[in-house]
T-cell receptor, first 110, second 116 residues
Framework: RKEVEQDPGPFNVPEGATVAFNCTYS??????FFWYRQDCRKEPKLLMS???SGNEDGRFTAQLNRASQYISLLIRDSKLSDSATYLC???????????FGTGTQLKVEL | GAVVSQHPSRVICKSGTSVKIECRSLDFQATTMFWYRQFPKQSLMLMAT?????????EQGVEKDKFLINHASLTLSTLTVTSAHPEDSSFYICSASTGGNQETQYFGPGTRLLVL
């Protein structure tokens, strides 16, 4: 089983739609969680950290379910500029190494 | 936010040559730097972790004699791909953090290596 698993997509949605991505992780001792965004042929950029109580940043909401070992990202009112690959990232603990999922591709269309 | 640069942004070389990639933290001191490799449509794979002034820690399956890492100062780490072969063609990305647990990593823009 992969350490971090994501549906690769692509998710093709119309502008204005709400879209949700899920991610599962295998290490129950994982300590911190993030969503990164990666544009084509670019480096990943931190979108948001994911906190146990869930957190929101504008149109983006992240949630963590430790019991089921999954993380979600909800994007409301999708914009064309949201088109990218969204990477689920986990710090498995014992330092600041990160484990990346393969990413979920989002395409927002007119 | 913190800025990390990489140089060069892309390089094409002949098989058998060595290629050096630089990673610099521009506005902060990076106690720890990480080197990743990403093949097309795959996730970032951590190659090694380097701490300033000490030897790098390599991930399983990554040859330390093939991928030489030097972290000589708090703002510079270098990755040298020695005797590069076509299968080493990839997107190499560094990141830097100020250290400690669960610290944010700031990524460089990556270096695209093509070995002919």
């Amino acid at each position: 089983r992969k350490e971090v698993e994501q549906d690769p997509g692509p998710f093709n949605v119309p502008e204005g739609a709400t879209v949700a991505f899920n991610c599962t992780y295998s290490n129950s001792a994982s300590q911190s969680f993030f969503w990164y965004r990666q544009d084509c042929r670019k480096e990943p950029k931190l979108l948001m950290s994911v906190y146990s109580s869930g957190n929101e940043d504008g149109r983006f909401t992240a949630q963590l379910n430790r019991a089921s070992q999954y993380i979600s990202l909800l994007i409301r009112d999708s914009k064309l500029s949201d088109s990218a690959t969204y990477l689920c990232v986990v710090n498995p603990g014992g330092g600041n190494k990160l484990t990346f999922g393969t990413g979920t591709q989002l395409k927002v269309e007119l | 936010g913190a800025v990390v640069s990489q140089h060069p942004s892309r390089v094409i070389c002949k098989s058998g040559t060595s290629v050096k990639i630089e990673c610099r933290s521009l506005d902060f001191q990076a106690t720890t730097m990480f080197w990743y490799r990403q093949f097309p449509k795959q996730s970032l794979m951590l190659m090694a972790t380097s701490n300033e002034g000490s030897k790098a820690t390599y991930e399983q399956g990554v040859e330390k004699d093939k991928f030489l890492i030097n972290h000589a100062s708090l703002t510079l780490s270098t990755l040298t791909v020695t005797s590069a072969h076509p299968e080493d063609s990839s997107f190499y990305i560094c990141s830097a953090s100020t250290g400690g647990n669960q610290e944010t990593q700031y990524f460089g823009p990556g270096t695209r290596l093509l070995v002919l």
